[in-house]
């Protein structure tokens, strides 16, 4: 069964760095397209970052400049390295990919971790 575990959220001051980890687990053949959302209670979901095979990025507005997504295919992982934390960036978030197997291609979300920056 694949699986996407989130790990690396908790609470930190304002201006302070995390770094969240999205191990996928299971048997498969590639990761597609991987990338981090996160949703504040109330909200959507939205798009932070995305990270291609060959390792282009894309992040949306409000992040770019503090986090930087990156990805060790050798470890199926993708990292989210968050620096200059902001009140306004508390939320939950979510590991999400395609990912080839067997089965075909499918979608699929992790757990979601909870980020809390305090002012």
């Known amino acids: 069964q694949v699986q996407l575990v989130e790990s690396g959220g908790g609470l930190v001051q304002a201006g302070g760095s995390l770094r969240l980890s999205c191990a996928a687990s299971?048997?498969?053949?590639?990761?597609?397209?991987p990338g981090w959302y996160r949703q504040l209670l109330g909200k959507e979901r939205e798009l932070v970052a995305v990270?291609?095979?060959?390792?282009?990025?894309n992040y949306a507005d409000s992040v770019k400049g503090r986090f930087t997504i990156s990805r060790d295919n050798a470890k199926n992982t993708v990292y989210l390295q968050m620096n200059s934390l902001k009140p306004e960036d508390t939320a939950v978030y979510y590991c999400?990919?395609?990912?080839?197997?067997?089965?075909?291609?499918?979608?699929?979300w992790g757990q979601g971790t909870q980020v809390t920056v305090s002012s």
């Open positions: 999400n990919a395609d990912i080839l197997s067997i089965d075909g291609r499918q979608n699929y």
């Open positions: 299971g048997r498969f053949f590639r990761i597609v397209g």
């Open positions: 990270i291609t095979s060959s390792g282009t990025t």
